[in-house]
């Protein structure tokens, strides 16, 4: 079993170093992660510049790139192999509902997903790394399961970790993924000289965390994995949109 392990806080992060440290055991483990933290980078990837791959003395690959970034450059060419896993994080935060579109975590995961490799992406919902250890040890078991038990077909799980003692954890909860409001008004401000500037506004409320959602779930203390897939085609729609297919 070869596994690679990606994140976007990092490759010097306490949750990658956790991650890394909980999965010892299930096979061989190489890691190729970002440079610097890059959250919020989605599934970019850097097309207007050539990347760099240094190796830290742990012996982790880093690169001066995005999340996706360092996944397709070790399955397009810094491997000599083709991993049988990719696992992504352990995030600092939530990676929930509409907030996933965003998610360099996720992007990772996806990366892999995207060359035909199951791929898991680990997210800890609470900023700070409070509990780190629970979350590290839930991420080995879902792990061990995808092991044991592969799912059919090709797998993308998200999975979000309560911020709490893995005894007070209420065990695993298969979800579809909640909805958020849009997020609140952007924050101006100006440089010294005058010019304006804007900082993204913070998330917006919870819409939907019904029982059956991601959301849900963490309310109720227990983690959430939720399959995902990247067909982004509105079906509904293909009827309607034929009416428009007439000849030019």
């Not at 360099?104 to 035909?116: K, N």
């Not at 970790?161 to 909640?178: C, D, K, N, S």
């Amino acid at each position: 079993m070869r596994i690679l392990v990606s994140n976007d806080d990092g490759y010097n992060a306490e949750g990658i170093e956790a991650l890394v440290a909980a999965l010892k055991g299930l096979g061989e483990l190489t890691i190729v992660a970002p440079e610097t933290n890059c959250s919020g980078a989605s599934n970019s990837l850097t097309l207007n510049r050539p990347l760099s791959v240094r190796q830290a003395a742990n012996g982790y690959y880093f690169v001066n790139g995005t999340p996706s970034d360092c996944v397709h450059i070790a399955l397009t060419g810094l491997l000599d192999f083709r991993p049988d896993l990719v696992v992504s994080g352990i995030n600092n935060g939530a990676n929930m509902g509409d907030d996933t579109l965003y998610s360099g975590t996720v992007a990772a995961a996806t990366e892999g997903y995207l060359f035909g490799i199951p791929a898991i992406a680990f997210s800890l919902v609470k900023k700070g790394w409070e509990h780190l250890d629970s979350a590290a040890r839930v991420a080995r078991q879902v792990v061990e399961r995808q092991i044991a038990q592969p799912l059919a077909g090709n797998t993308l799980l998200n999975v979000n970790i309560p911020a709490v003692p893995y005894e007070a954890m209420q065990g695993f909860t298969v979800t579809r993924l909640g909805k958020r409001h849009p997020s609140e008004p952007v924050v101006k401000s100006s440089t010294p000289y005058g010019d304006p500037v804007y900082w993204i506004g913070p998330v917006g409320l919870v819409s939907d965390s019904a029982a059956d959602t991601d959301f849900g779930a963490i309310e109720q203390h227990a983690v959430s994995i939720t399959p995902l897939r990247l067909d982004l085609t509105h079906y509904e729609q293909l009827s309607h949109l034929k009416a428009w297919a007439e000849p030019l």
